[in-house]
């Protein structure tokens, strides 16, 4: 019995290799692919899985096969991929930053300690909004929106073509005002309550000089943030709807597409 032999051409090899570079940059940056829950054998294969569908009308993108060329060309994908994972952790992080805006105002930034997930300090609201922003994206089908944006960079974005500066730097300079913006309104409710107390608590002090008001005002204000908290946790589904929906069409638009 005669095997069969299969014959892939090298410019399709070149094609998946380069558009599974670009895939693997994002996926290490982009929630909640970016998460060290992820195993890094996941993040390539599914590397791998997102190349596989795009790479047979990418191979006449391929470069010609030499050293230098195919250097430049990997670095010029990582870079590309990188730069759209970034801005995706860009608009994620706004759920981050409202649970540390109010375990500022809360007094939780005292209790802060080392995330091994997200690698940094963080405290008690921060963590809270962030596992729950990620549960939220992935039972919501958020992260697929996210992926099938992706997929699109690659009709927009050709392989031998590179970003534009000048919109990488528009949009993210866009991202970090809608990043102070998002979480400030996600926040705002709380910290504003926190803020009266902070005024009623010093007028309190100026009438009754004999009360320790500064031992008094962290315990309140922890009672007042545990009561009020799950308040500011009911808008995340909707935000997490929203900044799922900002991801898919922003990568596009980074690459030139919405321009």
Known sequence: MQGLSTTVGLDLLLALLLASVRAVSFLLLAPPFASRAVNGRVKAMLSLALALPVAGRLRGQAPAVEPAALATAVVQQVLVGAALGAFCALVFAAV???????????????????????QNQTAVFGKLYNWTATALLVLSGGHLLVLKGFLRTYEVLPLDAGLSLSTVAAVFTTGIGQLMLSALQIAAPLVAVLFVADVGLGLLSRVAPALNVFAMSFPLKILITLTLGGFALAVLPSVVDTSAGTMAETVVRLVGGGA
């Not at 981050?96 to 997200?118: E, N, R, W």
């Open 96 to 118: 981050q930053a409202a649970g540390d805006l109010i375990d500022l105002f809360g007094g939780f930034q005292m209790a802060s300690a080392y995330d091994p997930l997200s």
